[in-house]
């Protein structure tokens, strides 16, 4: 290999590491994915994550970026050792990092890394990361858009951008303005009692559960098996694991495969009776409010009717960043807190903008035992 071949290598071995950073930063899941050999692997002890193949490092890059408020991480050249067709190399990072549920800290690492020349360039073999130094001291600063990193439970479908709707007033008293990152803070024991008891006078069932482990199995014993359900496209869903057990374990009648399974173009009118008027709808909110009211967003509304009462029964998944005090927060929370992460998921998956173009308020259910609201102690989704 000539002087001119080696130089080349390390630098696009050197460009590679840099497009993961770019990518992480951007949370750009597919391209992260492709910076590695279909077989490629990235392994995080320390959070622990293994993932192989290009998908599973797609879908655990979403995974832990749906946890993020924000996150910071920079890149420092390091080693490369090339032989032949394939080389190792070591690179040295710091990240900032504070997550939904209040987990924040300093840390500085080490990617130990594999490299493979392929067919479309040099491609990671494998990644492994290595903390060597983590300080979990709270965090004094904050992204200058506190909202950066929160999002509404996914807008669904497709969504396009609208403008931003003027909060509806209310009766009730309001309170001083809530700061925008209180808004991922979970509720106290008494909030949650609090919001339990305005359901319940409200004629919604209510439970409080310590965790989103709890909420999955309570959904078991809500649901019968063979029920036709249809679940709300929602990150408490998918974190929680609720979604895959409904719509993958076999379970169930799940609505969303089928719905996901007919042409749009030619299948519109069965896909609205399908999502319309399900034997349960199971779904997360934006917001609970402490007078009992719940607020749902999205951007193509198709998951409302359901919600609203096509559904003969519904069960609503909360976590406790989700209380605010009345509806007039709820709305801020929605926008402020809510909006801007879903509008970062959508652009990366979809390519195109979120928006608040259709909200849903559930202030009461006439008929008791068809609403449940299993209220968790965690924060979850967005």
Request: aromatic share 6%; no cysteine.
């Amino acid at each position: 290999m000539n002087d001119f071949q080696t130089i080349a290598d390390r630098v696009e071995i050197e460009a590679l590491r840099g497009e993961f950073t770019d990518a992480v930063m951007m949370r750009d899941r597919p391209r992260l994915a492709s910076l590695f050999t279909p077989d490629g692997a990235l392994r995080m002890p320390d959070i622990p994550a293994d993932q192989v193949g290009r998908e599973e490092i797609r879908a655990g890059g979403e995974r832990l970026q749906s946890q993020w408020d924000f996150f910071v991480q920079t890149t420092h050249p390091g080693t490369i050792l090339l032989d032949g067709d394939t080389a190792t190399g070591r690179a040295y990072l710091q990240e900032l990092v504070r997550t939904l549920d209040g987990r924040q800290g300093l840390n500085y690492a080490v990617y130990h890394d594999r490299y493979q020349r392929t067919t479309e360039g040099w491609k990671f073999a494998e990644r492994v990361y290595e903390v060597r130094y983590l300080d979990t001291s709270p965090l004094a600063g904050t992204a200058p858009d506190t909202a950066q990193g929160s999002g509404t439970d996914r807008a669904d479908d497709t969504a396009t951008p609208a403008p931003t709707p003027t909060p509806t007033p209310t009766s009730a008293a309001t309170p001083a303005p809530v700061p925008a990152a209180s808004f991922a803070d979970p509720a106290s024991a008494e909030q949650l009692e609090r919001v339990a008891a305005a359901l319940r006078a409200n004629g919604f069932a209510a439970e409080i559960l310590d965790d989103a482990a709890a909420a999955r199995a309570r959904v078991k014993d809500l649901i019968p098996a063979g029920a036709g359900v249809f679940t709300g496209a929602s990150e408490t869903l998918r974190l929680s694991g609720i979604d895959e057990d409904i719509n993958a374990g076999g379970r169930y009648d799940a609505i969303r495969p089928r719905v996901l399974a007919i042409d749009r173009a030619t299948g519109a009118d069965e896909i609205r009776r399908l999502v319309a008027s399900p034997e349960f709808v199971v779904n997360s909110v934006a917001a609970v409010t402490e007078t009992g009211s719940l607020v749902l967003a999205s951007g193509s509304g198709s998951q409302f009717p359901a919600n609203a009462g096509g559904a003969a029964h519904a069960v609503w998944i909360v976590g406790a960043q989700k209380v605010v005090p009345d509806l007039s927060t709820a709305l801020r929370r929605v926008e402020e807190h809510a909006l801007p992460l879903e509008n970062a998921r959508a652009l990366a998956v979809y390519g195109t903008p979120s928006a608040v173009n259709r909200l849903l308020i559930v202030n009461a259910e006439q008929r008791q035992g068809r609403g449940t609201v299993l209220l968790l102690r965690e924060a979850i989704g967005y």
